[in-house]
């Protein structure tokens, strides 16, 4: 579905791109203004156990009469040096005008961060990465720099895969991808990336999954329009400008996540988010396959009720639920949507807003029958929609490749 626009009463974050010429860094930011709003230890045991631990450092301090022992265990370590050979950095290069103002040359006009997840040299990173681009780099092992294509791109979740030649990819440089699905609030959590640029090349940061299930707003770089809302990770583990497309990796080395983004205003802190790792290798291997990805959608434009002034409701028994500006295509149509719908169930599972849509709306397939529950004015109905596939976004990139489009 797509979002109705209510450019006077929006409650949405706003994303702002920090990518200021050379060496500078790609990530999005979201104002926390717009929303409501220890550490697992790794290895510590008693010190009966602490020589158990293969390649443990072992401390040794007395408090009082007791003698205690700290393992401190190379965890960490061995992750980062399993998953650091398959992160990259992404250079977004653009025709910028010369210091000395005698033309346009290519430029770095940001950088942010990849992962190789194929021997075949496809890369997956941020769409947001590599948005506006006339060309595209890939800086592997912080040395070898190489020109990718871009195979494909999806705005809706912010994501976009590059490839390189088979041959510039080394044995052991391709990431394992875990299961996000099987995460709990508390695991460690380490991101690996360029924050600030190359001169920061694989920066380690560490923390926990903070959160399995958090809906944020994926907003287009350009235009600062919202595209829609997406399901992600919440982690501690210190997320900045340049880790946009980089890995959040689990204390076994594998990526359950693509960092994407952070809250950032003063006072808040530790609060970024990744795409999880499930729903990137969905869209990637879409992309791989069509050079796009496939959205369910209703075929409607809507938005949150809550999110619409009230002189503006309908006459509804309820105050959660997408309101229905329009149907937008012959499917929606036929189904029997009208303006002032207001919808609280698909199939039977309860619709509170536009992100609870589009979390369900991910569980299906374009082609797909659904049962929609509606409000028209005090009267309950039953729609029956035919789901059609989210209209592709055409954003601007030159970085040759097919793109969404």
Known sequence: MRRAVWKRFAGLAVLTMLAAGVGSATTAWFDASQF????????????????????????????????????????????????????VGVLNMQDLPNANGTGYSLQAAAVGSGVIFSAAGYIVTNNHVVQGANQVQVVINQKQKVTAKVVGTDPYTDLAVLKVPASDIQSGNVAVFGNSSNLNAGEPAIAIGNPAGLQFADTVTSGIISATSRTMPVLDEATGQTLGMQTVLQTDAAINPGNSGGPLLNIAGQVIGINSSKIVAQGFSGMGFAIPSNQVQKIVDQILTSGHAQHAALGISGESLQDIPQNYWPNVPVNYG???????????????????????????????????LQTILQQYQPGQAVSVTVYRGQQKLTLHDTLSNLPPLKLQTNAGGPVIG
Do not use: C, E, M
């Not at 697992?40 to 301090?61: C, D, E, K, N």
């Open 36 to 87: 409501s709003a220890g550490r697992q230890a790794l290895g510590i045991s008693p010190s009966s156990a602490a020589s158990a631990v293969p390649g443990a450092v072992t401390a040794s301090y007395t408090l009082g009469p007791k003698v205690v022992q700290v393992n401190i265990t190379d965890a960490i370590t061995q992750v980062v040096k399993k998953a650091t050979p398959s992160v």
């Open 322 to 356: 997408v309101w229905v500006y329009a149907p937008d295509n012959a499917q929606a149509k036929a189904a029997g949507f009208r303006h002032d719908d207001v919808i609280v169930a698909v199939s039977g599972h309860k619709v509170t807003g536009i992100g609870s």
